[in-house]
């Protein structure tokens, strides 16, 4: 009795390793074929949510896959140009893959049932670059209020097209300043628009909102509809 208690206790140790090498193996694999095939930094970490990961294998199906990466984005008003760092995350749920690929380094993916992408950045960063803009080119309507405190209190963002946002600053002078530009006035015209390029996975821009001092940037991958079991990405 006590041997057979030894070896199902070695033969649990065994398999919790294999778990344990093999997810570590893919995840290496899936950030080399991340680099190699979508252009994404060499450093981008991969964490796989796939329980027990010896069964998902021989399934070839893993439940959840995310990626973190850092990158630049080129933001541009008119002729001025920033480079800006941001943070990417992307979550894929109900991957069906060759296992056997991802190991190799290379993904081929037969199905996704959601894929969520998103960039943030900085606000204050983006509130600096507007207003050197403004001072550079004496334009008042680019002026922005109390840099210190750039966020959600003092901008309403939305998507103009896939490569443009639209910020709605908050004017200095303004009693309340926590007044918010109304649904009429958000257009091109009072708006202030940026040009945004450099976007990773060869995506484009869906929606924007802040979230405290960060501007987050929710893309759709072309790359990746065909893999979809729907066209819409949530």
């Known amino acids: 009795m006590r041997r057979l208690l030894y070896v199902l206790?070695?033969?649990?140790?065994?398999?919790?390793?294999?778990?344990?090498?093999l997810t570590f193996l893919s995840q290496w694999g899936m950030g080399r074929a991340l680099s190699a095939q979508y252009g994404l930094p060499q450093d981008t970490e991969v964490r796989i949510n796939s329980f027990p990961f010896l069964v998902s294998v021989m399934r070839n199906h893993l439940?959840?896959?995310?990626f973190y990466w850092n990158g630049i984005l080129i933001f541009r008003k008119g002729f001025d140009e920033k480079h800006m760092a941001y943070e990417g995350e992307a979550i894929l749920r109900d991957v069906g893959l060759s296992m056997s690929a991802v190991i190799r380094g290379k993904l081929e993916i037969e199905s996704i049932s959601s894929?969520?992408?998103?960039?943030?950045?900085?606000?204050?960063?983006?509130?600096?670059?507007?207003d050197e803009g403004g001072r550079e080119t004496g334009s008042d309507d680019v002026t922005v209020a109390?840099?210190?405190d750039a966020g959600e209190d003092n901008y309403q963002v939305k998507v103009l097209d896939e490569n443009h946002?639209?910020?709605?600053?908050?004017?200095?002078?303004?009693?309340?300043?926590d007044e918010k530009p109304s649904d009429e006035a958000k257009d091109e015209g009072s708006g202030i628009?940026?040009?945004?390029s450099g976007l990773p996975l060869d995506g484009f821009l869906k929606t924007a909102s802040l979230d405290g001092k960060k501007l987050i940037l929710q893309l759709g991958v072309p790359l990746w509809f065909?893999?979809?079991?729907?066209s819409i990405s949530n």
């Open 193 to 196: 628009c940026l040009e945004i």
């Open 165 to 177: 946002i639209c910020l709605y600053p908050s004017k200095p002078s303004t009693l309340n300043l």
């Open 115 to 130: 894929a969520k992408i998103t960039v943030s950045l900085n606000m204050e960063d983006i509130a600096a670059f507007l």
């Open 9 to 21: 206790v070695l033969l649990a140790a065994l398999l919790l390793g294999a778990e344990v090498a």
């Open 63 to 66: 439940g959840e896959v995310r």
């Open 146 to 148: 109390r840099e210190a």
């Open 226 to 230: 065909g893999y979809l079991d729907s």
